[in-house]
Structures are given as structure tokens and as C-alpha cells.
């Protein structure tokens, strides 16, 4: 590999780090909907991250989650529902960056180590994480932007 007149590698010269990034998740965002050909349409204002997918397969099993076709991610998908008159999105296995982010768990004292000290409930715990979740959306949503 050639390295350039300052001494590093070609993929490495030229590059102004103190400069913001042209890769904003607008953007990215734009280019996956141009590329995917996906209109410009909104998703819900509010969307939950399931970390191990238990809630989403729940709303799967019960046919209450349909997938956004909206949703531009190459990485993940986003499937909507409703729940006491409010749109939600939910995605499992994601990440979040520089978005409020209101993290609902099923805790125990053994994590589950001694038989039977960790049982989640109905359809594991999704049940009453999404009822739970409904509540606490109702009361936030008028502090959401619009």
C-alpha cells in the first residue's frame, strides 16, 4: 500500500475530523428511502426497542403487529401496533442514538439461578410489559413534540 505525502495511507489522507459528518441520519436515511423506493411518511412518534423479541413475537403470535413499510433501516425491521388508542412502533434487537429512550424490565433477585424464582407471566411477560408501556406512553405523549 502507497502511503501519501503526509505519511499515511490514502484511505486516511484528506480527512478533516473536526468537520460534522455528512453521514446524518437524515441523510441515511434519505438515501435508503431513494434507494429502497419508500415514500417520505412518518412512522409512530413512539417506538419501543425489544431487546430479546419477546414482546414483538407475542404481538406476532396474537396477528396485532404488522410490519411498517415505511421503515427505511437496512438493518432492522419496525412492525406497528396499537394499544389504548395510541400507535406504537417496536423493533427488536436495535439500537438508539440521541433519542429518548424509556427502558421497561422484568428484574429478579436470582435471575432466575433457583427453579421457579423467574417467571415472566403470561406470553412471557409481554402482556403486561405492553399494558404497562400503554399507560406510561398515555401519560408522556402530551410532553411529545408533535
Not at 489522507?13 to 441515511?28: D, G, I, M, V
Amino acid at each position: 500500500m502507497s502511503a501519501s505525502y503526509s505519511g499515511f495511507p490514502p484511505i486516511l489522507a484528506q480527512k478533516h475530523y473536526s468537520k460534522p459528518s455528512a453521514f446524518t441520519p437524515e441523510s441515511l436515511l434519505r438515501e435508503a428511502r431513494r434507494q429502497k423506493r419508500i415514500a417520505d411518511t412518518s412512522i409512530p412518534a413512539i417506538c419501543i426497542l425489544d431487546p430479546d423479541g419477546d414482546m414483538l413475537r407475542h404481538l406476532l403470535a396474537r396477528g396485532e403487529a404488522r410490519l411498517e413499510p415505511a421503515w427505511a433501516c437496512y438493518h432492522t425491521q419496525l412492525f406497528s401496533f396499537s394499544r389504548g388508542g395510541i400507535d406504537f412502533g417496536i423493533a427488536a434487537f436495535a439500537q438508539v442514538r440521541q433519542k429518548p429512550l424509556l427502558c421497561f424490565a422484568h428484574v429478579t433477585n436470582q435471575m432466575g439461578r433457583i427453579n421457579g424464582d423467574f417467571e415472566k407471566g403470561e406470553a412471557d411477560g409481554s402482556k403486561d410489559a405492553l399494558d404497562l408501556i400503554a399507560v406510561a406512553a398515555a401519560r408522556l405523549r402530551p410532553r411529545l413534540r408533535p
